[in-house]
T-cell receptor, first 112, second 115 residues
Framework: KQEVTQIPAALSVPEGENLVLNCSFTDSAIYNLQWFRQDPGKGLTSLLLIQSSQREQTSGRLNASLDKSSGRSTLYIAASQPGDSATYLCAVRRSSYDKVIFGPGTSLSVIP | GAVVSQHPSWVICKSGTSVKIECRSLDFQATTMFWYRQFPKQSLMLMATSNEGSKATYEQGVEKDKFLINHASLTLSTLTVTSAHPEDSSFYIC???????????FGEGSWLTVV
């Protein structure tokens, strides 16, 4: 059974700092991995999608890496801003028709 | 980009009544939609997978007679909470994907409060 964990559960950093969020999954046989952002009381916004054959994806200040063999993914946020404050969730999928398994999320606070 | 819309965003209903939440994909056809619920400070819990034109697949522990899901068209899925009780109060979120295995897009969510 696939299990997804995220470390740390919460993180508080001063504005401008670079930071890394971690995601681990127990079953390396995944189809893809997706990072989401959720603001309080809101739905989820897709940030980056990494297919199993890919090693990383980049979008603006965000970079996500994937190491399937070790069951890990990281989300790197450069030059953090207060507007980055949110909960970040990673989610994995075993196949294109399988359900998505979410991690518990990392709550990020960027202090001005 | 793709947009998924949910309605209503907030709803308060009396115990024993039924509430319907709509999920629409606005600029793409979604053969599959997913329904989640989320309790405060917890991650999303998948309730069911909704496929257009067929019966929804419910996760273990989710009562299909209580949470009725209809996916009548490629752009609309509905979740009806029947005979709602206070413990059904939660944040319900839908998601849709343009094609199998593709990026998943989420709606803004619907807050349900049962009084």
């Amino acid at each position: 059974k696939q299990e997804v964990t995220q470390i740390p559960a919460a993180l508080s950093v001063p504005e401008g700092e670079n930071l890394v969020l971690n995601c681990s999954f127990t079953d390396s046989a995944i189809y893809n991995l997706q990072w989401f952002r959720q603001d309080p009381g809101k739905g989820l916004t897709s940030l980056l999608l990494i297919q199993s054959s890919q090693r990383e994806q980049t979008s603006g200040r965000l970079n996500a890496s994937l190491d399937k063999s070790s069951g890990r993914s990281t989300l790197y946020i450069a030059a953090s801003q207060p507007g980055d404050s949110a909960t970040y969730l990673c989610a994995v999928r075993r196949s294109s028709y399988d359900k998505v398994i979410f991690g518990p999320g990392t709550s990020l606070s960027v202090i001005p | 980009g793709a947009v998924v819309s949910q309605h209503p965003s907030w709803v308060i209903c009396k115990s024993g009544t039924s509430v319907k939440i709509e999920c629409r994909s606005l600029d793409f056809q979604a053969t599959t939609m997913f329904w989640y619920r989320q309790f405060p400070k917890q991650s999303l819990m998948l309730m069911a997978t909704s496929n257009e034109g067929s019966k929804a697949t419910y996760e273990q522990g989710v009562e299909k007679d209580k949470f009725l899901i209809n996916h009548a068209s490629l752009t609309l899925s509905t979740l009806t909470v029947t005979s709602a009780h206070p413990e059904d109060s939660s944040f319900y979120i839908c998601s849709a994907e343009r094609a199998a295995g593709n990026t998943i897009y989420f709606g803004e969510g619907s807050w349900l409060t049962v009084v």
